[in-house]
Nanobody
Framework: QVQLVESGGGLVQAGDSLRLSCAAS????????VGWFRQAPGKERELVSS????????YYRDSVKARFRISRDSVKNTVDLQMNSLKPEDTAVYYC????????????????WGQGTQVTVSS
């Protein structure tokens, strides 16, 4: 199974930007959909954005639609999440995950997960 490795998290101030990257180690994202999820303390894991590797079709939750951008890079074999105008409520552990079932919206539909990367936004 392909191992997913996230990078790019950190501590930033409100209004700053971060770029998260999800790399597929030992394989590719071919014919998969990749989602970026986040989980804040005491809250459920939620889908932030997702992309179909084949078609490039994307999804964003409403709260990030105007600020985040998901993209795929076939050369680096990564799925990146550019996060702009960060807010304290974006603070969470961010996970990337993949599914062979097309664009899905719930965590249970994703079978392969990375270890997560912490994003902390201070006010």
């Amino acid at each position: 199974q392909v191992q997913l490795v996230e990078s790019g998290g950190g501590l930033v101030q409100a209004g700053d930007s971060l770029r998260l990257s999800c790399a597929a180690s030992g394989g590719t994202f071919n014919r998969l959909a990749v989602g970026w999820f986040r989980q804040a303390p005491g809250k459920e894991r939620e889908l932030v954005s997702s992309i179909s590797w084949t078609s490039g079709t994307t999804y964003y939750r409403d709260s990030v639609k105007a600020r985040f951008r998901i993209s795929r890079d076939s050369v680096k074999n990564t799925v990146d999440l550019q996060m702009n105008s960060l807010k304290p409520e974006d603070t969470a552990v961010y996970y990337c995950a993949s599914t062979s079932q097309g664009l899905q919206y719930v965590p249970s539909q994703y079978g392969n997960w990375g270890q997560g990367t912490q994003v902390t936004v201070s006010s």
